[in-house]
Structure formats: C-alpha cells, structure tokens
C-alpha cells in the first residue's frame, strides 16, 4: 500500500535482455533523427531511415520477448524519428536553423515549464495527502494577480510574491474547509474556486487598473545573470540570464522531495494520503495535516503565478494563466506524484510549447494547429498510454473522524 | 432522517422566503430614482457646442475598450468630439458576437444621428442595421463599404487607413539603424492574429525596410492572440535569438510583451496604432493610426451636415490619418531626412508600399 | 485519479457527515435549496459591489430591467398576431419590438438562454452518471464549426431536410468529441475532468485552424477575413418572435424546451437513464448487479456531447450565420453551462431556470442596459462570473447550513448525541 514506486528495483541480467535491447532501440531511434537537425545537419535521408529502422527492429524484438511498453515505444520513436527524419531533410537549412535553436529552445522550455513545476509540486503536496486540488488554476491566476497589484501599489516585488502567495493561501483555506470539514465532493468545490478567482481577479483587475491595464514599470522579480558562463557555447544563452524563480524552482525540486521522503514531516502526509484511518489510530492529526498540504499547495502555486506576472510578463491581463494550472496536474499525473517525476513532465510540456512557438516557420496555417501540441501530449500522457499511474490511494475521499 | 429532512427543508422554506421578501422590498425602495436603464447618456459639459443634440454612439468589437490601443483610441476621438464639439457620446462595448446586433439596433431605435462600428468584426452586424435602419447614419472602421456584404448603402461610410504607408517609412527607418548597428541584418515583426489589418502594417514594414537596406531580413511571427502577453515576449525572444535588432509589434495589449523582450534584451521596440514611446528609451517610433482622429472628423460632418455615406474616407499620410510617432533621440537626423523623403515620394505616388505580404 | 471515488457509506455506528446526509436530500430536489443559492450568491455579489464603491440595490434593479423579465410586470392592452393567418386577438404584453424596449431585451435574453441549456444538460446529464464534463465547450465549438460547414454547404437543399443534417451532424459531431473522453475514462480510467479540459483546448485551436486566413473552412468571398461562409437562407431556422433582420428569437429556443424533456425523459423512462443513474449512484453496486459501468461512462458523455453540439448547431443556424477566429476565441458558453448545470441541480427543470437566470444576467449587464452612471459595464461582467462562482462554491450551503445547525446544537448541550441517533436510525 505504502508507495510502490520507491521500492521498484530494476534488474540487469544480460546485455541481451529485451529491455535493454529495448532502450537501445529508443536510444537509436533518436539518434538518427538528431542526426538530420541542426548543428549537425545531414542532408541524407540515410541516416534517420536507417538508424529508425534498426529501432523499429530493436522494438519488436524486445515486444515479442515480453518487455512490453519500452518495445513499444521503441517501435513508435521509431517510425517517428524516421518519417519526421524525411520531413526535415526536405525543408531548407534555413528553416531548420530557425527552428531548431537548441539553446533558445531550452531556455524557453524552462520558461514555460516553471509555473508548471510550482503548481505541479503544490498539487503533489495536496495530492499526497488525500485531497484532490483540481483548483491549481485559480490559485495560480490569483497569485498571479495579487502579486502584480502589491507590487505595484507597495513598490517591491518581494512583497508581491508575499501577497500572491497570501492569496493562493487564502483560496486554499476555502477548499480546504469545504472539503475537509465539511466533506463537500471535492472536484466540485474545486472548480468553483477557478471560477471564483477568474471573476475576483477579472473583477478587481478592471476595477483598480481600469482601461489602460496595469502600468508599464512594475517592480520585478531580478533575472540572476551569469557573467562567467553567459558566453558558453551551448549552457551560455540557456543558464546564463535566468530568472530567480526559475532557479529557486531547482531548490524547491530538491526540499520538496527531501520533505517529501526523507523526513517524518512527508511520511505523515503520504500516510494520512493511503490510509488516513490507520494515521488516526497512531496519533497523526488526518485534518491538520490535510488542511497544511492544502494551503502548501495553494502557496506554491501561487508563487507559479507570481512568477508568470511579476517575473516573466510584468504585466497582468484577464484569465492570465490560460490552462496552465490543468497541465500542471497533468503533468502531476504523468510524474507519478513525484516531484522529479514531475519536472520531468513539465519540461516536456513546456518543450513542446516552445517547439510549436517555432514551427511556423513552415506552415503559416497550419502553425496554429501546432499550438495545439501540449494539449494533445496532454491528453495523451492521462490517458495513460505512457503507463498507468497509481495513485494515493485514499485520494478524492473525504475523511470522517471517529 | 425524516425528521431531519422536515426541519432543514422547513429552515430552506423561511430562509428563502425571508430572501425573496428583502429582494423585492430592496428592489422596490432602491430603485425609485429609476432615470430609464436603456437611455442612459454620458453627460459631458460641452465647450463649444456646435453639436449640441448631436447623438453619436461608439460600439466596440469583442476586444472591448481596454484593448490598450485600438478600441481605446476610437474612444478618445469620441470624447474629443464631446469636448470640441458638444455632442453627446456614449460609448457600447461588446462583450459577446450575440451583442453586436442589438448594440447597434438599440443606439438607431434611440434617434443616434451617428452610430460607428469600430472594427471590420462588426461589418456583418452593421449592413443589417443600416439596411433596417434606412434613416440613421453608420460608419465602420477599418472596412470599406465596397466590399461585401456591404452592397449599396448610402448610410454607411466606411474608415480606412493606409497604415502600410506610415508603415514603410519606419521599415526604412529600422532597416538603416540595423545597418549602423551591424551585425545580423535582421529585423522582425510580432503579429497577433493574422488580419488584413495586421498585415497592412508588416508588408509596409517589410517592403520599406527593403527599400532602404537590401541585405535587410524581416521576421514575421503571429501569436494568434491580442492580450495574452507571455504569447508575445515568447516569439520576440525567439526572433532576438535569431538576430532581430528591431521589434514592431502589431499585436494590441498582447504586444506589449514583445516591446518588453526588446526592452531586456536592449533592442529597440516599435509601437502601434498610437504612440508609445511614453514605455521606455527602447521605443525607436511608432507607426500612429489615427482611429481617434476619423471618429472626430466623422462626427464632425455629421455635425456640420457633411456627412458622405455609400463611400470610404482614406485615412493616409497626406490628410494625417496615419504618421510616425515620437522618434527615439538616438536617430541621427540623416535617417529622419531620409525617412521624410520616403514620405514624399509615397505621397506623389513614386513609391508605392504593399498592403499585403 | 484512476476513479473518482463518491462518498462512501459510513460504517454502522458512525456520524455520518452533513454531505453524506444531505446527498440523498438533494437528489430528493428540494426547490427552496437552488432558489437559496441562488440568493446567497446574489447577496454576497451585492457585498462585493458595495465594497467596491457602488449602490447594489440600483445595481441590480438596473440589471433586471436590461434583461427583459421586467416585460412580464408591463400589462397593458395589446394585439398579438396568430400563426399561419392574419387574424390577431387581444394580449396582454406588448409583442411590437419596436416599441417595447422590454420585449427586445426578453428576445435576446431567451436567445442567451437557448445555448445555456444544451450547455447545462451536457454537464447535467454526464454528472448524473457521477462524471464532471468541463469539456461542454469544446463540444458545443465542434457542434458550431460542424454546423456552419454543413449550413454553407449545399445550397440547393431544401429548408427542412438541410436544418436536420445541420443539426444532427452537428450533434454526432458533440457526441464524438465527448465520447473520446468517455472512452478514454472507461478504457483506462483517464479522469474526466482534465481530458475534457485538453479537449476543450484542442477545439479551440482547431477552431482558430479551420477559420483562420488558409484554413480548410475559411470563406472564399474575403479571403483576408478570418471567417467561415455564411449559412444558407435556406438552412437558418426559422423566427418565432422578432425581427428576422435583427437577432429575432428563433425555432432553437424550442428546441431547448423539448431538450429539457428529453433530457427528464431519457433519465426517468428509459433502461438507459435507469442504468447511468445507477452508475452516477454508486458504481461498485451497479457492477455487482451487472450493469456495465464502462459502457455507461461513455455512453453518458456521448449524450452529454450531443446536447452540447446540438447547442452549437442552434446559435449558428438561429443567429449568428457564420462562425470566425475571433468567435471561437471569444465564447464561453460551454463554462457558464457547468454553473447553469450545478445550480439547477441536475434536473430538467433547474436547468431550464436557471439557464434563464444566467441568460437574463448576460443581458441584464450588457453595455447598451447598463447605464454607466449607475455601475460601470466592464464590472458588470465580471460581477457575472463572480456570481457564477458564489453559486457553485454553495452548492454546498446546504451542506454549510446544516454544520451550522450541528455546530450550534453542541453548544446547547442537547441530550447526549450518541452514534444511534435519529439521524442513522432512518
């Protein structure tokens, strides 16, 4: 019962065993495709056809020995590397090499993924504990908002992260007390608190900052800029001017999974999350700890939101967060609940963003179809094509002291 | 249970009885100053009151009038024409396409003497309304009244602007600060959805750039949204690795971002449709269009009884529909004669800037 | 979140908690609790409006007059012409348009109302089989692109036949889209909540795809417009009350009327609503007297979609004639639908109202009825939503009554409550 994933031991008998025949497939798969792409830029299409087919090869052969997802995915990567292998060696140089700017695309990716680690991070906290935040979105739009506003009115934006995570706590106690207390089904009460802070920060953003929207200089949170790597050939335009948020977003990786793990403090969470009635009868306080995972995930993603306004935009407009709290549960889901699990997740997502950012370049039409791409990754990732994920298992129900 | 149940429903029944009870007599009491809900008009002092009993209605697209340059500037020509000329203004805002037909019905079955339509969104709306309505006057801004579905209406006059002219000019602008610079001789614009009326101003942008910098290369990226501003600053980014040294944003509120990842990266930043050099020392110029200026000179021929309907009125560089903005005091005075000279030569018709890419 | 679990049964000798006891209460579906909500929403919005620097009570009398239910109270003596004749007999309301203020607002105010209860029913339905259809969106924009294609398409068709392949296509179209949520939940038990929501999403870019400048469903009059063709004069429903030129109130807003029935049909007289009542109960029971819960899941967002689709298909042939960029971008008619849903409770009839009252706030607090001295229009808007939000967070304040009512009674000292109480005894 207790977490099962910690506990999965990998076994490497033989070199020839079907998993790692597995992973080598995946391994070759990718690399005729890299092969095509900037810097490197073969114009061949021997490359991606041949090393994709190996993969292919490499895949069936590990399915039919019994390693089924990894063959499987091998197969896949296979023919992906191998018909997208072709479309690239039939687009021009140029527009290869506008697109595929690897260090401007990682530095976006990471721009993209980190309001999804921090509100992926707070779910987890959430989520360990047995309650369901389906709300990440209103409280990250209302961090959002509340840190701009502070912000701009106290002159600092370190009393606008302050205040932003003031407001996610705030939305955070609502869930907590409708859910926990009075045992409301906590989907429902979830998606009232989106709603709510999409109309509470709708209503007041128009009501303090009217027409002309907010103004143009707002304290903001600092990039951290590396003089000593900045000119590095490929970490250089990635690391080298980076947010502060961005960077604290390691650290929170790191604490959060220490807490989470490797101390009493994340024990009793995980605990009271798969079996809150054998936590009572030790003495753990099942409402206490549920309602300070609740508020920690409200902080956190707040914070998330802070970041989107304060750090990165400087400005605020309605319904700022457009979805992003949803892919952070997403990306929660795919990550199995832990944390690295879902960083990991939502560098894709946000790679996935950045790269139909670029695709443009070749399809004006089409380009908007693209945007389309990290919904798609989405929704297959929940789908569980990638592996099913357990869950805590006393998640989503309300708990009744004795 | 059933006991219960008797005595929460019997709480319910009172509860909301007391409810609906404090509603009406809140209701009835409140609302006795009750001046007519659909009549309500702004009510400004007029200065010089040649429009006195003139009526003039503002109806907005769904960007509503916060967009920060569009809509808003339609609304500034409109109180402008409040103060100078004594008219009555009252601005409709939009917030939904089921709106825009009854927004505009409304304003004619009230007697407006001049309903404007501000966007070609509401061109659908504002051909039914002006056929139904064969006695007030319409105007549409940014569409011309001889292109579908408009057939022949002689209430309606349509606005339009040659913001590719204004447009060229700063492209040539940009492209001759990107050869001073050095470096990659690449420049880009920012879009947000991909309209005629973007557009206008990029193929201008890019063909004046052109013109005076042939080595120049023009990034285009559209972010498929107006206010969402993290869209913006993500492509101007992706342009600025890629070596653009001038960003031209056509993107509304969403823009905004785009000027802002110039302003980081210290590149220099174009404003749209009015100026905005008031962001920051990284504005080189911005390309005006006048929307403020062709409410106020419609509304003005109303007034005056002047008012041309079944045409368009040409908003250009010549009548100052369209003009350059406040130019940063980086720009040698050599550019700027430059840039004037493209002025002049696309006002004799020497030049001509497209209006589509 | 393989399954979301309902509240389970406490055990024998437990309290059971204020939702546990008031679950059953609610599917009883008292009326005074809805109207209740409704009413606390309100108040707590007239807080909010206060705080803010504004009257509530001028506030909100405005608001009812621009929505048009103020036509109700204007009795007069007026004609009223008979369908399929000349002959015109005495009414009491004046029907003229023109010259009723109030009867123009009541038109657009029904013809809000009309999307919002397909809206409604799509989240009603799907919940009554325990399942959480946020994605009432993405089906009603796929029902809309499907039913502008089909509706410019084929010009020479005749009225009745191209309404009804409009129509239905459009529908299977919403029944589509939801059903690959549903399929996804009961083949691996993706939780519906966010497949719906990456759902609601993809509609929507390819919604900007298919109308934007290229795209496969742009209009080939003005190819720089964003915009899909027009319908046909042949395939636009026809207008029940109104000026046909100008947004009139059309055959769709009786087409949402007989949805409701259906709806409280499909539920209450058929196998099928016995069987997703069943699930939407307790799924662990239904499985164990052999009614297939998988089946059920798909089949209920399957229906749900199609009420949402079959909303589209209605406002695109009843008004808006073609559907752009900007549209798609704009609508939020799939969201205010959860609210419509939730505050009526999941019943016919509570959808029907409250899709009413929803309708009537969009038109209550638009620019051209709200005057500006009174309440800036731009809040009114969000005021909207604010109140939409106040409804659903007390969905619950039955619930919150009643732990109110427990919480005092402790206080009082009442005679020792212990686990056998009435309240477990039924």
Redesign the interface.
């Known amino acids: 019962m207790i977490d099962q994933a910690a506990t999965r031991t990998y076994t490497w008998v033989k070199i020839i065993h079907p998993r790692s025949i597995a992973i080598a497939g995946i391994v070759v798969s990718a690399l005729g495709f890299w092969f095509v792409l900037p810097p490197l830029t073969q114009r061949t299409i021997l490359w991606p056809v041949a090393l994709g087919f190996l993969g292919v090869a490499a895949g069936i052969w590990a399915v039919t020995r019994g390693e089924r997802r990894l063959g499987w995915i091998a197969v896949g990567l296979g023919i992906a590397s191998m018909g997208l292998g072709i479309l690239a060696t039939n687009s021009s140089v140029g527009h290869l090499d506008s697109v595929v700017v690897w260090s401007a695309l990682f530095a976006s990716m990471l721009r993209y993924a980190t309001p999804l680690t921090y509100a992926a991070i707070g779910g987890m906290f959430s989520e360990r504990s047995g309650v369901v935040n389906i709300a990440l979105e209103g409280m990250m739009l209302s961090g959002a908002f509340f840190a701009i506003l502070a912000a701009e009115k106290l002159d600092s934006w370190v009393l606008g992260v302050l205040a932003g995570a003031a407001a996610g706590a705030g939305l955070a106690l609502i869930h907590a007390f409708f859910c926990i207390q009075l045992r409301s089904d906590q989907i429902v009460i979830g998606t009232a608190i989106n709603f709510l802070a999409l109309g509470l920060t709708g209503y007041l953003f128009v009501d303090v900052y009217g027409e002309l929207g907010t103004p143009a200089d707002i304290p903001r949170i600092p990039d951290v800029t590396l003089p000593a790597i900045s000119d590095w050939y490929f970490i250089g335009p990635v690391l080298g001017q980076l947010n502060l948020m961005i960077w604290l977003s390691f650290v929170l990786l790191i604490v959060s999974y220490l807490v989470m793990f490797r101390t009493p403090i994340g024990l009793r969470i995980r605990s009271v999350g798969e079996h809150p009635r054998a936590a009572d009868t030790v003495g753990i306080s099942v409402y206490r700890t549920r309602y300070a995972s609740v508020v920690t995930s409200g902080i956190l993603a707040a914070l998330g939101g802070a970041y989107l306004s304060i750090g990165f935009v400087g400005s605020f407009n309605e319904n700022m967060t457009a979805g992003r709290g949803f892919i952070a549960l997403a990306a929660l889901i795919f990550g199995a609940w832990r944390p690295f699990g879902a960083f990991a997740a939502a560098l894709l997502f946000g790679f996935s963003s950045a790269l139909a950012q670029r695709l443009p370049e070749y399809s004006g039409s089409a380009a908007t179809l693209f945007q389309a791409l990290p919904y798609v990754l989405t929704l297959i990732a929940v789908a569980g094509v990638i592996g099913r994920s357990i869950p805590p298992a006393a998640i989503g129900r309300p708990y009744a002291k004795q | 249970m059933s006991d219960k149940g008797a005595d929460v429903r019997r709480i319910h029944w009172i509860a909301a009885l007391l409810a609906c009870g404090l509603l009406a007599i809140g209701l009835a009491c409140g609302g006795g100053d009750d001046e007519g809900s659909a009549g309500g008009e702004t009510t400004t002092e007029a200065t010089t009151g040649s429009g006195e009993g003139v009526q003039v209605g503002l109806v907005s697209d769904v960007g509503r009038f916060n967009d920060r340059s569009f809509n808003q500037s339609a609304l500034e020509g409109l109180q402008r024409a409040e103060d100078e000329l004594g008219i009555t203004g009252r601005p409709v805002e939009s917030r939904q396409t089921s709106d825009y037909v009854p927004n505009l019905s409304s304003l004619a079955r009230e007697g407006f003497d001049l309903t404007i339509a501000v966007g070609f969104l509401l061109a659908e709306a504002t051909n039914t309304a002006a056929t139904r309505f064969k006695d007030s006057n319409f105007a549409i801004i940014d569409y011309s009244v001889k292109a579908p579905p408009f057939k022949t209406n002689p209430n309606v006059q349509g606005l339009t602007f040659a913001t590719n002219e204004n447009s060229y000019m700063i492209g040539c602008l940009a492209g001759l600060m990107a050869e001073r610079q050095g470096g990659r001789q690449v420049i880009s614009a920012v879009g947000g959805i991909k309209l005629p009326t973007v557009d206008i101003f990029i193929a201008g942008y890019r063909a004046g750039a052109k013109q005076c910098n042939p080595q120049i290369r023009t990034l285009i990226g559209y972010s498929q949204d107006f206010v969402a501003q993290d869209k913006c600053k993500e492509i101007a980014l992706n342009q600025i690795a890629q070596g653009s040294q001038v960003i031209f944003q056509v993107a509304g509120g969403c823009g905004l971002g785009a000027l802002d990842a110039a302003k980081e990266r210290n590149k220099w930043g174009i404003g749209v449709d009015r100026d905005q050099s008031n962001l920051g020392p990284h504005i080189l110029t911005s390309a005006v269009k006048r929307v403020d200026q062709s409410v106020f000179l419609t509304a003005e021929a109303v007034v005056n009884g002047e008012f041309k309907g079944g045409t368009d009125a040409v908003f250009d560089l010549e009548n100052e529909g369209v003009a350059v903005g406040k130019i940063s005091d980086q720009v040698p005075q050599e550019f700027i004669d430059r840039m004037n000279e493209v002025k002049d030569q696309l006002i004799s018709g020497e030049l001509t800037a497209p209006a589509t890419l | 979140?393989?399954e979301?679990?309902t509240?389970?049964d406490?055990p024998p000798g437990?309290?059971?908690?204020?939702?546990?006891?008031f679950a059953?209460?609610q599917r009883a579906g008292?009326i005074?609790?809805p109207?209740?909500t409704a009413?606390?929403a309100?108040?707590i919005g007239g807080i909010?409006v206060a705080v803010?620097g504004h009257?509530p009570?001028?506030t909100?009398?405005?608001i009812?007059?621009?929505t048009g239910l103020s036509w109700f109270f204007e009795v007069g003596s007026h004609q009223v012409g008979l369908p399929w004749s000349d002959a015109s007999i005495w009414f009491p309301w004046n029907v003229n348009d023109?010259e009723s203020?109030a009867a123009?607002?009541l038109q657009?105010t029904l013809?809000?109302a009309t999307p919002l209860i397909f809206t409604g029913l799509a989240v009603a339905f799907a919940f009554r089989c325990g399942l959480?259809n946020?994605g009432g969106q993405g089906q009603y924009i796929v029902g809309a692109m499907v039913a502008v294609w089909v509706g410019s398409s084929w010009a020479g068709l005749a009225s009745g036949l191209h309404i009804f392949l409009a129509i239905a296509l459009a529908a299977l179209a919403g029944a589509l889209w939801a059903g690959i949520a549903g399929f996804?939940k009961a083949a691996?038990?993706?939780?519906e909540?966010?497949?719906t929501?990456?759902?609601n999403?993809?509609a929507?870019?390819?919604g900007?795809?298919a109308f934007?400048?290229?795209?496969p469903l742009q209009n080939k009059?003005?190819e720089?417009?964003?915009v899909s063709s027009d319908v046909v004069q042949n395939a636009k429903l026809p207008i029940l009350w109104g000026?046909p030129?100008?947004?009139g109130l059309h055959m769709g807003f009786l087409l949402a009327l007989a949805a409701l029935v259906a709806y409280w049909a499909i539920l209450n007289r058929t196998t099928l609503g016995y069987e997703v009542r069943a699930v939407g109960f307790s799924p662990e029971a239904a499985r164990y007297s052999g009614i297939s819960v998988a089946r059920n899941y798909f089949l209920a967002m399957a229906i749900a979609g199609l009420f949402a689709g079959i909303g589209g298909a209605c406002d695109i042939l009843g008004?808006?004639?073609?559907l752009?960029?900007?549209?798609v971008?704009?609508?939020?008619i799939g969201?205010i639908g959860?609210?419509v849903a939730?505050l009526g409770r999941n019943t016919a009839i509570g959808v029907g109202l409250s899709a009413l009252l929803f309708g009537a706030l969009?038109n209550g607090t638009?620019?051209?009825?709200?005057?500006?001295?009174?309440f800036?229009?731009?809040?009114a808007?969000?005021?909207?939503?604010?109140?939409?939000?106040?409804v659903?967070?007390f969905?619950?304040a039955?619930?919150?009554?009643?732990?109110l009512?427990s919480r005092f009674r402790r206080l009082r000292r009442l005679p020792p409550a212990a686990p056998t109480t009435?309240?477990a005894a039924?």
């Open positions: 979140m393989s979301r679990q509240t389970p406490p437990e309290v059971p908690s204020p939702a546990a006891r059953l209460f008292g005074a609790a109207i209740l009413i606390l309100f108040f909010v803010t009257n009570i001028t909100y009398r405005e009812f007059n621009g023109a203020e123009f607002n657009q013809l809000s959480f946020i996804l691996v038990g993706a939780h909540v966010i497949t929501i990456m759902l999403w993809i929507y870019w390819i900007n795809y934007g400048q290229g795209g009059v003005n720089s417009v964003p000026d030129l100008l947004q008004w808006q004639f073609r752009g960029v900007i549209d971008q704009n609508s939020q969201f959860i609210a939730l969009l638009s620019t051209r009825n709200l005057d500006p001295e009174v800036q229009p731009e809040l808007g969000n005021l909207t939503l604010m109140i939409q939000a106040l659903l967070l969905v619950g039955d619930i919150l009554i009643l732990w009512f009435p309240e039924t």
